[in-house]
């Protein structure tokens, strides 16, 4: 049974920062790409970044790059989005997701297990 958990979400003003981690459990950490999503109300679940099996490759939504930075762990079987620079437009709920394969992508569709997110919210 695979389990993500995600924790780290918070208030925070604009121009402040958060880091969002997600523990695995029940899979081969190591083998599996990570991605982070988030959805805000009324919005469709949206992309933020990714990375693959073995930490070496991102990929990032043109809304967050240069401020967000995705990375793992693979020891601890972790992942964190470590987020600066938040706008208001950043509040969502974001979550977590583990693919099934060593690369994946932007679609939601590649990922077969989901966390129950975390709620981040940027104040003006």
């Known amino acids: 049974q695979v389990q993500l958990v995600e924790s780290g979400g918070g208030v925070v003003q604009a121009g402040g920062s958060l880091r969002l981690s997600c523990g695995a459990s029940?899979?081969?950490?190591?083998?599996?790409?990570m991605g982070w999503f988030r959805q805000a109300p009324g919005k469709e679940r949206e992309f933020v970044a990714a990375?693959?099996?073995?930490?070496?490759?991102?990929l990032y939504a043109d809304s967050v790059k240069g401020r967000f930075t995705t990375s793992r762990d693979n020891a601890k079987n972790m992942v964190y989005l470590q987020m600066n620079s938040l706008k208001p437009e950043d509040t969502a709920h974001y979550y977590c997701?583990?693919?099934?394969?060593?690369?994946?992508?932007?679609?939601?569709?590649?990922?077969?297990?989901w966390g129950q997110g975390t709620q981040v919210t940027v104040s003006s």
């Open positions: 990375i693959n099996g073995g930490g070496s490759s991102t």
């Open positions: 997701a583990v693919a099934s394969t060593y690369y994946s992508g932007r679609s939601p569709n590649q990922y077969d297990y």
């Open positions: 029940g899979r081969t950490f190591s083998f599996h790409a």
